[in-house]
Structures are given as C-alpha cells and as structure tokens.
C-alpha cells in the first residue's frame, strides 16, 4: 500500500463477521452489522506532546484491534475498504492466546 497516515493515525481493514448465527441461520448482507474488529495495515508515526516530542503509537501494523461501531472515515485505497482513524478511536488490541500450558 502506498499509503500514510500521519501523526495519531491508523489505517484498519475490517476484518469479515460471521455469516451465520450460533444456530446456524445465515444472516444475509442486508442484514449484517459492520464488524467492530480489524487488523491494522498502517501507522503513523505519532502524535506530538505539550513540549513538541513525538510520542509513538501503541499499536503496531498486524495487531488486531477492536474499535468504535461509528469510529474512523471510510476510504477505499488500491481497491481496499479501509478505516482511517485516531489512535484514541481505539479500545484494545485483541492479544493471540497462548497455545501451550506451562508444566
């Protein structure tokens, strides 16, 4: 992608909900909420503080991060829906589970 974000900004593309319901009914598109869950494909380099220093971002390109329904602008780059939001419109970063148990 040849896209960056500037300052407290980050690009996510929404990552795809379920189609179907625990009970196996298919929900059709019309019908499907917009996932609030994505990956993160950019990072600008931060935002700057009261004494001009530039803080970094938490979040890194490949974290999975959960965000507001409403939060960020729509855009659509080389053929990709993506968000641009603030790093603030974020709530978390979804961390991988831990695989193995400690003997």
């Known amino acids: 992608m040849a896209f960056r974000p500037l300052h407290d900004r980050v690009v996510v593309r929404r990552l795809d909900s379920e189609e179907k319901t625990k009970g196996g009914i298919i929900i059709p598109d019309t019908a499907k909420e917009k996932p609030q869950e994505g990956e993160i494909v950019a990072v600008g380099p931060g935002g700057r503080d009261e004494s001009g220093k530039v803080q970094p971002l938490d979040v890194k390109v490949g974290d ?6 409403w939060s960020g602008t729509e855009v659509k780059i080389d053929g990709q829906d993506l968000l641009i939001m603030k790093e603030s419109d974020i709530m978390g970063v979804i961390e991988a589970k831990a695989t193995a148990k400690a003997a």
């Open 64 to 69: 999975r991060v959960l965000f507001g329904k």
